[in-house]
């Protein structure tokens, strides 16, 4: 067992050159009481390890000189929010590009969201897109919310978990084809790969956790609305002075129209598997806006008449 344990303590030290000399100078003894650690140097096996990752330092025994400095520490990267950034990317009057068709004057977002993505693999995940999937998961997790629908999820279900287990491996597979396509990719190409990508992420979100909601599929989208709703009050901010429940009304039609899509999405996802067609949402009813009554002007204010108009034009308009 002593020789099992040690021959996997050398493996995980292989693996952090960090820490290898902690292992390799640890001795277990008889018993677990008896068991030693060696800290003032390492096994010469290790030496290559120790400097090709440069934090160690043989810490020499008392009085005698050190014989090699301590790594200077690296600096952390700065923190980003992908989110936020992906949100910079979009400007106000693409909305009603994408609406037209207008996709030749939207490939400053495929440009965008590359920039972003290579930018953060590069500087905040080592090079590595699975830790890129997992980061953009996570914030994107952080963000979701069950304390308004905790009636509607069975008790001891965690269901922001399962979607970052799923919103993990699909975000790995977009990331991949965003960054293969290059800086240079239009959004007509961009958008329709994309697109493909989301709806596939959301069914395979819906289908994981469906099971752990009261009732089913309906329940999902309820918690799916309470979280859109949320997401966007709080990008939102505080409405202006004399508002009068005007950005309310206005974040409630958006957030509609935004389950609309949500729902037709996983529409589409069904339609692709040969199944049953998604739970349709209603059409979001029109948002009332006050409209002033306009001012009677009395009938004699009114011109009787002004040079070059027709006879009949005054009797015309007081018809109407």
Same mark, same amino acid.
């Given at each position: 067992m002593a020789n099992q344990l040690g021959q996997a303590l050398e493996d995980v030290s292989r693996a952090t050159g960090a820490v290898a000399h902690f292992y390799k100078t640890l001795n277990i003894g008889a018993s677990g009481a008896q068991a030693t650690l060696e800290t003032c140097g390492f096994g010469e096996s290790f030496r290559p390890i120790i400097e090709e990752v440069g934090s160690i330092r043989n810490i020499p025994a008392a009085g005698a000189p050190s014989s090699q400095p301590a790594a200077a520490a690296r600096p952390s990267p700065p923190a980003i929010d992908l989110l936020n950034a992906m949100r910079d990317v979009v400007q106000p009057q693409d909305l009603m590009k994408w609406m037209m068709g207008q996709f030749d004057q939207l490939d400053h977002i495929s440009h965008g969201v590359y920039k972003v993505l290579n930018d953060a693999k590069t500087t905040n995940c080592g090079g590595s897109t699975d830790a890129l999937s997992k980061l953009f998961a996570k914030q994107i997790c952080d963000k979701l919310k069950t304390e308004g629908v905790k009636d509607s999820i069975h008790e001891g279900f965690e269901p $922001?978990?399962?979607?970052q287990d799923v919103l993990e491996k699909s975000l790995a597979v977009g990331i991949e084809k965003i960054l293969a396509a290059g %800086? &240079? #990719? +239009?959004? @007509?190409?961009?958008?329709? %790969?994309? *697109?493909? #990508? @989301?709806?596939?992420?959301? &069914? *395979? +979100? $819906?289908?994981?956790?469906?099971?752990g909601f009261v009732d089913g599929e309906a329940d999902v989208l309820k918690f799916m609305e309470y979280n859109i709703n949320e997401y966007n009050k709080a990008s939102a901010g505080p409405p202006p002075p004399g508002d009068n429940g005007m950005a309310e009304r206005m974040l409630k039609m958006k957030g509609a129209q935004q389950l609309a899509m949500v729902s037709k999405g996983l529409a589409a996802y069904k339609a692709a598997k040969g199944g049953a067609p998604a739970q349709q949402q209603p059409t979001p009813a029109p948002v009332a806006v006050p409209v002033r009554a306009p001012v009677a002007v009395p009938a004699q204010v009114a011109p009787a008449g002004m040079p070059g108009m027709p006879p009949n034009m005054m009797a015309m308009l007081r018809q109407r």
């Amino acid at each position: 067992m002593a020789n099992q344990l040690g021959q996997a303590l050398e493996d995980v030290s292989r693996a952090t050159g960090a820490v290898a000399h902690f292992y390799k100078t640890l001795n277990i003894g008889a018993s677990g009481a008896q068991a030693t650690l060696e800290t003032c140097g390492f096994g010469e096996s290790f030496r290559p390890i120790i400097e090709e990752v440069g934090s160690i330092r043989n810490i020499p025994a008392a009085g005698a000189p050190s014989s090699q400095p301590a790594a200077a520490a690296r600096p952390s990267p700065p923190a980003i929010d992908l989110l936020n950034a992906m949100r910079d990317v979009v400007q106000p009057q693409d909305l009603m590009k994408w609406m037209m068709g207008q996709f030749d004057q939207l490939d400053h977002i495929s440009h965008g969201v590359y920039k972003v993505l290579n930018d953060a693999k590069t500087t905040n995940c080592g090079g590595s897109t699975d830790a890129l999937s997992k980061l953009f998961a996570k914030q994107i997790c952080d963000k979701l919310k069950t304390e308004g629908v905790k009636d509607s999820i069975h008790e001891g279900f965690e269901p $922001v978990m399962n979607i970052q287990d799923v919103l993990e491996k699909s975000l790995a597979v977009g990331i991949e084809k965003i960054l293969a396509a290059g %800086a &240079g #990719q +239009s959004f @007509a190409d961009f958008y329709p %790969a994309m *697109k493909e #990508q @989301a709806i596939d992420a959301l &069914g *395979k +979100s $819906v289908e994981e956790i469906e099971d752990g909601f009261v009732d089913g599929e309906a329940d999902v989208l309820k918690f799916m609305e309470y979280n859109i709703n949320e997401y966007n009050k709080a990008s939102a901010g505080p409405p202006p002075p004399g508002d009068n429940g005007m950005a309310e009304r206005m974040l409630k039609m958006k957030g509609a129209q935004q389950l609309a899509m949500v729902s037709k999405g996983l529409a589409a996802y069904k339609a692709a598997k040969g199944g049953a067609p998604a739970q349709q949402q209603p059409t979001p009813a029109p948002v009332a806006v006050p409209v002033r009554a306009p001012v009677a002007v009395p009938a004699q204010v009114a011109p009787a008449g002004m040079p070059g108009m027709p006879p009949n034009m005054m009797a015309m308009l007081r018809q109407r």
